[in-house]
């Protein structure tokens, strides 16, 4: 367990030295054991016949498959159907991961303004899932570098993907918990290959442009692979989708009607308190006058269109190259480059501020009678009519890294590799024009000249350009990041003496990895009149790790030793200690084992301990979010204030990630399956695997109810600070806007924290048949699903458990099914995506709503041309694929846009059109 202090309640957390010395032997006498076991083996080592030389996702062992853990694959086959753009596309078609059927980036929850996509294995999380690109780490994604994103890989250029579904923290280390997803590289590679697709609707402005080369060749001892890969997409506008244009209005589809009421080019007013916090009746503009019924003056339409997601324009590039120096060692590196362009379309922000009376347009024509007599009144509208109608926010990110390394021949048929990763990362995520100044903005509004003064009431044609070019001054939030990893590691692994069923075989290393991370945050604008120009965050957060690791694989029964209903027998033990200097160390092993009762038929089963360290990018600091005016609507449950309810008041966010508090995360993991492949039925295969994962200590939001109402979380939140006890906050969490009142009554703190229990349990199906016949070519249909079996979670330890099965936190069913036909030259292939039904427990309107299953259709037909009369083509094939083939809508969900992002494609059909050849 790792070691360390924590903010807040009694959270778990186990000192290191509670275990450090039981686990520094437990690994020295291993290593120890191993070695000595290879050295006495050596004369068996020199006649045994040489394994297969790769090393399978989920061990450090050549040849041998994860003992104990299911295996799901991603083969090049279904790359080629799916014709993914990048490598988030292709992941959206497994459902044992969190982002199937959806849109990556609406799915992947708690990005912190990271632009980017990481698998999600059983919806753990985020952090949960281990990336590896060809079995190496990259560097982080991001302005807080969140989590590394596997995009930046040229999909041409993948071979397969291997997906772990098991926790792996024994065999990686740290982000293991719910398993690994490693892209495998197509090496060795001979020839030319192009590929170029193009998808569009018909209905939208979506488009997807991808463009792809891959060219290698092979010699003596050695090879040579090059791959670039260019790759666009448009968004669709939120106008261009029916329940999107509704502008929040769902109660044609059973919703409510959430149009925004402050957001409006009309402006809302009401009255103000001493303390200028708003009070009383809210008024708005009507056919008829002024109303209090806000039904009257919801804004009728959406304002602008926006886009769902970012537009986006992204190259990649990606070497590799192996030679044979000697006999016994071989020299290898891959270096791969990745550059992305991003940028959303919204509209301009809304601004809530005070008017004084002495504005010359505070006048009856405007402000209800009600309202005239008071000194000052809030005041709120878009910044729509005024200061243009859309913003543009934009993002980049570029990845480097560079693999190298030598395969080295030890002896006795042991191989040893040393490898060198350094990958890094550059990234800005800019928003100038998406804020407004508001220091100007209430300087204007102060001004009691008509001909400067800002008429809050009017268009941008009835005030002067200045005044309203000194608010709309490029304000926004602006990012910069660098993140950096670099990691040397050697591992050896080889035979270590006969047993009854085979050899035994071992693995060690050691590896030394450090990260750092670069974070620059700016608030305001910096032009020379901007009201507010203030350095946010500068972080330079570092982490390093250095780890030892083994992994024995013992074949206690086989060919040689079969016993009846004992066809084969084998164990695995793998362990891994870590050691961060901000953390101290954990040891975390995990045990494997597969029985064959006969030869048909295998099963497996594991159990593990795995821990998930904070990255890099969790511990920047936290900064202040002023918010005015806002209505949490809660009755403070503690304190001196309890019973007070907190309406319409100014509120200081504590935002960030985790600010440096967070300790790392824990799990034991189960697993028990079996794989059957029936002689009798060549080309079926069946594969069912149960998973159980106990995950503590969570990296946890706080919901704004708990921090008000919740006694336990009273570490968290502060209510009616004194001005001094205000000004040490300031000091310390700097505002990301103006500060334009002179008091807060509610200090709230959002950043993530240690929370917390989830138990998950669920089954994963991998059932395909294959069968050809001699007139009618070959057939295959195939089922791939995850179901659900538990989700339970205990926010405080010594609480009850919450059953979140079946709710939006746990759909209990994803599915997809495939019937595929191949005839010569001529493929077809239908697949059926099935989003399981589940309940929204946040429903207002409908109190535990039920939300129906997603079910869509993709269809895929290609055809290739084996003979083009051009000599130097080898071939060429045209694939046409149609994705949501029935054009099905998401089904409704109780929130503003009338669906669940995490769980559905708001997209209409839409058709892919690709073209490959090979030269």
Same mark, same amino acid.
């Given at each position: 367990?790792?070691?360390?202090?924590?903010?807040?309640?009694?959270?778990?957390?186990?000192?290191?030295?509670?275990k450090?010395?039981?686990?520094?032997k437990a690994?020295?006498?291993?290593?120890?054991a191993i070695? &000595?076991?290879?050295?006495?083996? *050596? $004369?068996?080592?020199q006649?045994?016949?040489?394994?297969?030389e790769?090393?399978?996702?989920?061990?450090?062992?050549?040849?041998?498959?994860?003992?104990?853990s299911?295996?799901i694959?991603v083969?090049?086959?279904?790359?080629?159907?799916?014709?993914?753009?990048?490598?988030?596309?292709?992941?959206?078609?497994?459902?044992a991961? +969190?982002?199937?059927?959806?849109? &990556? %980036?609406?799915?992947?929850?708690?990005?912190?303004?990271?632009?980017g996509y990481?698998?999600?294995?059983?919806?753990?999380?985020?952090?949960?899932?281990?990336?590896?690109?060809?079995?190496h780490?990259?560097?982080a994604?991001?302005?807080?570098?969140?989590?590394?994103?596997?995009? =930046?890989?040229?999909?041409?250029?993948?071979?397969?993907?291997?997906?772990?579904?098991?926790g792996a923290?024994a065999?990686?280390?740290s982000d293991?918990?719910?398993?690994?997803?490693n892209?495998?590289?197509?090496?060795?590679?001979?020839?030319?290959?192009?590929?170029?697709t193009?998808s569009?609707d018909?209905?939208?402005?979506?488009?997807?442009k991808n @463009?792809?080369v /891959?060219?290698?060749?092979t010699?003596d001892?050695?090879?040579l692979?090059?791959?670039? %890969?260019?790759?666009?997409n448009?968004?669709?506008?939120?106008s261009?989708i029916?329940?999107?244009a509704l502008?929040?209005?769902q109660?044609?589809?059973g919703g409510?009607?959430?149009r925004?009421?402050?957001?409006?080019?009309?402006?809302?007013?009401?009255a103000? *308190?001493?303390?200028?916090v708003p009070?009383?009746?809210?008024?708005g503009s009507?056919?008829?006058?002024?109303?209090?019924?806000?039904?009257?003056?919801?804004?009728?339409?959406?304002?602008?269109?926006?886009?769902?997601?970012?537009?986006?324009?992204?190259?990649? @590039?990606?070497?590799?190259?192996?030679?044979?120096?000697?006999?016994?060692?071989?020299?290898?590196?891959?270096?791969?480059?990745?550059h992305?362009?991003?940028?959303?379309?919204g509209?301009? *922000?809304?601004?809530?501020?005070l008017?004084?009376?002495?504005?010359?347009?505070?006048t !009856?024509?405007?402000v209800?009678?009600?309202?005239l007599g008071?000194?000052?009144?809030?005041?709120?509208r878009?910044?729509?009519?005024?200061?243009?109608?859309?913003?543009?926010?934009?993002?980049t990110?570029?990845?480097?890294?560079?693999?190298?390394?030598?395969?080295?021949?030890?002896g006795?048929?042991?191989?040893?590799?040393?490898?060198?990763?350094?990958?890094?990362t550059?990234?800005?995520?800019g928003?100038?024009g998406?804020?407004?100044?508001?220091?100007?903005?209430?300087?204007?509004l102060?001004?009691?000249?008509?001909?400067?003064?800002?008429?809050?009431?009017?268009t !941008?044609?009835?005030?002067?350009p200045?005044?309203?070019?000194?608010?709309d001054?490029?304000?926004?939030q602006l990012?910069?990041?660098q993140?950096?990893?670099?990691?040397l590691?050697?591992?050896?692994?080889?035979?270590?003496?006969?047993?009854?069923?085979?050899t035994?075989?071992?693995?060690?290393g050691?590896s030394f990895? !450090?990260?750092?991370?670069?974070?620059l945050?700016?608030g305001?604008s910096?032009?020379?009149?901007?009201?507010?120009d203030?350095?946010v965050?500068?972080?330079?957060?570092?982490?390093?790790?250095? &780890? $030892?690791?083994?992994?024995?694989?013992?074949?206690?029964v086989?060919?040689?030793?079969?016993?009846?209903?004992?066809?084969?027998?084998?164990?695995?033990v793998?362990?891994?200690?870590?050691?961060?200097?901000k953390?101290?160390?954990?040891? =975390?092993?995990?045990?494997?084992?597969?029985?064959?009762p006969?030869?048909?038929?295998?099963?497996? $089963?594991?159990?593990?301990?795995?821990?998930?360290?904070?990255?890099?990018?969790?511990?920047?600091?936290?900064?202040?979010?002023?918010?005015y005016?806002?209505?949490?609507?809660n009755?403070?449950g503690?304190?001196?204030?309890?019973?007070?309810t907190?309406?319409?008041?100014?509120q200081?966010?504590?935002? +960030?990630?985790?600010?440096?508090?967070?300790?790392?995360e824990?799990?034991?993991? #189960?697993?028990?399956?079996?794989?059957?492949n029936?002689?009798?039925?060549p080309?079926?295969?069946?594969?069912?695997n149960?998973?159980?994962?106990?995950?503590?200590?969570l990296?946890?939001?706080?919901?704004?109810?708990?921090?008000?109402t919740?006694?336990?979380?009273?570490?968290y939140?502060e209510?009616?600070?004194?001005?001094?006890?205000m000004?040490?906050?300031?000091?310390?969490?700097?505002?990301?806007?103006?500060?334009?009142?002179?008091?807060?009554e509610?200090?709230p703190?959002?950043?993530a924290?240690?929370?917390?229990?989830?138990?998950?349990?669920?089954?994963?199906y991998?059932?395909?048949?294959?069968?050809n016949?001699?007139?009618?070519?070959?057939?295959?249909?195939?089922?791939?699903?995850?179901? *659900?079996l538990?989700?339970?979670q205990?926010?405080?330890? +010594?609480s009850?458990?919450?059953?979140?099965?079946?709710?939006?936190?746990?759909?209990?069913?994803?599915?997809?099914?495939?019937?595929?036909?191949?005839?010569?030259?001529?493929?077809?292939?239908?697949?059926?995506?099935?989003q399981g039904?589940?309940?929204?427990?946040?429903?207002? /309107?409908?109190?535990?709503?039920?939300?129906?299953a997603? #079910?869509?259709?993709?269809?895929?037909?290609?055809?290739?041309?084996?003979?083009?009369g051009? +000599?130097?083509?080898k071939?060429?094939?045209l694939?046409g694929?149609?994705?949501?083939?029935?054009d099905k809508?998401?089904?409704?969900?109780?929130?503003?846009?009338?669906?669940?992002g995490?769980? &559905?494609?708001?997209?209409?059909?839409?058709?892919?059109?690709?073209?490959? $050849?090979?030269?």
């Open positions: 367990m790792f070691g360390g202090g924590k903010k807040g309640s009694d959270l778990r957390v186990m000192s290191y030295s509670q450090k010395c039981a686990s520094l690994l020295m006498a291993s290593s120890v070695a &000595a076991l290879a050295a006495g083996s *050596q $004369a068996f080592a006649e045994a016949a040489s394994v297969e790769g090393v399978v996702t989920g061990s450090s062992i050549r040849g041998v498959a994860p003992v104990g299911a295996l694959g083969t090049r086959d279904t790359i080629q159907a799916v014709a993914p753009t990048n490598t988030k596309d292709l992941l959206a078609t497994v459902p991961l +969190g982002n199937f059927g959806t849109n &990556a %980036e609406q799915s992947t929850p708690n990005r912190f303004r990271t632009s990481l698998a999600n294995i059983h919806n753990l999380g985020i952090y949960a899932t281990l990336t590896l690109v060809n079995g780490r990259i560097a994604t991001g302005t807080e570098g969140t989590y590394p994103d596997p995009s =930046n890989v040229p999909t041409i250029a993948i071979q397969r993907t291997e997906i772990i579904a098991d923290s065999i990686y280390g293991a918990t719910a398993g690994v997803v892209f495998i590289y197509r090496k060795p590679f001979d020839g030319i290959e192009a590929q170029a193009y569009f018909g209905e939208t402005r979506y488009e997807k @463009f792809g /891959i060219g290698g060749k010699w001892g050695g090879g692979m090059v791959a670039y %890969e260019y790759s666009s448009l968004s669709p506008l939120t261009e029916d329940f999107l502008n929040g209005n109660t044609s589809r409510r009607d959430l925004n009421v402050t957001g409006c080019v009309t402006p809302v007013m009401r103000v *308190q001493a303390n200028g009070v009383g009746a809210t008024y009507s056919a008829s006058g002024f109303s209090t019924n806000q039904a009257n003056f919801r804004c009728p339409t959406r304002l602008v269109p926006s886009t769902i997601i970012s537009d986006g324009e992204r190259n990649t @590039f990606l070497a590799t190259i192996d030679h044979q120096l000697t006999d016994n060692v071989k020299i290898w590196g891959e270096l791969s480059y990745g992305i362009e991003n940028e959303s379309i509209q301009r *922000q809304s601004f809530s501020v008017m004084p009376n002495t504005n010359p347009y505070f !009856a024509a405007n209800p009678p009600a309202l008071q000194d000052r009144i809030s005041i709120a878009s910044g729509n009519g005024l200061f243009g109608d859309t913003y543009k926010g934009g993002a990110g570029t990845l480097t890294t560079l693999v190298t390394g030598l395969d080295i021949d030890l006795a048929d042991w191989k040893g590799q040393v490898s060198l990763d350094i990958s890094r550059r990234d800005t995520n928003r100038p998406s804020e407004l100044d508001t220091r100007n903005l209430i300087a204007a102060a001004d009691t000249n008509a001909a400067t003064a800002l008429n809050p009431f009017g !941008a044609a009835q005030n002067n200045a005044t309203l070019a000194k608010i001054n490029g304000s926004g990012n910069w990041g993140q950096g990893l670099q990691e590691q050697f591992k050896a692994d080889g035979p270590v003496m006969e047993l009854p069923g085979g035994l075989r071992a693995a060690v050691t990895r !450090a990260t750092q991370s670069n974070q945050q700016l305001g910096r032009n020379p009149n901007a009201g507010f203030g350095v965050r500068d972080d330079h957060p570092r982490q390093q790790v250095s &780890a $030892a690791f083994f992994e024995l694989n013992a074949p206690l086989g060919a040689a030793n079969e016993l009846p209903f004992v066809k084969e027998l084998t164990l695995s793998s362990g891994r200690y870590d050691y961060y200097d953390y101290e160390g954990t040891f =975390n092993p995990k045990y494997g084992i597969v029985y064959s006969f030869e048909d038929l295998k099963f497996h $089963a594991s159990y593990g301990t795995n821990f998930n360290a904070p990255n890099v990018g969790l511990l920047g600091s936290l900064f202040g979010q002023p918010q005016n806002t209505n949490p609507n009755v403070i503690y304190g001196p204030y309890k019973g007070t907190l309406t319409n008041i100014n200081y966010t504590l935002s +960030g990630q985790g600010g440096g508090n967070l300790t790392p824990e799990a034991k993991t #189960k697993s028990f399956g079996f794989e059957y029936p002689g009798f039925l080309g079926l295969r069946a594969s069912v149960w998973y159980k994962v106990d995950y503590s200590n990296f946890f939001k706080i919901t704004g109810a708990d921090l008000i919740n006694p336990a979380f009273a570490a939140a209510f009616y600070p004194t001005p001094e006890r000004a040490e906050i300031i000091a310390q969490y700097p505002p990301s806007s103006p500060i334009t009142v002179s008091t807060f509610y200090i703190h959002t950043e924290v240690n929370l917390g229990t989830r138990i998950y349990e669920g089954i994963d991998d059932i395909s048949y294959r069968f016949t001699d007139s009618f070519g070959t057939f295959q249909a195939g089922f791939t699903a995850n179901q *659900q538990k989700l339970d205990q926010i405080l330890a +010594g009850a458990f919450q059953d979140r099965l079946g709710t939006q936190d746990a759909p209990k069913w994803k599915t997809r099914v495939n019937f595929g036909w191949n005839l010569n030259n001529l493929t077809a292939a239908v697949f059926y995506n099935y039904s589940y309940t929204n427990t946040a429903s207002v /309107i409908v109190p535990q709503q039920k939300v129906e997603f #079910k869509t259709v993709d269809a895929t037909l290609s055809y290739e041309f084996p003979n083009v051009l +000599g130097f083509v071939g060429v094939t694939q694929r149609v994705v949501n083939l029935f809508d998401p089904p409704f969900f109780d929130n503003a846009d009338g669906y669940n995490t769980y &559905a494609s708001p997209y209409p059909r839409s058709y892919d059109l690709t073209l490959r $050849a090979k030269f």
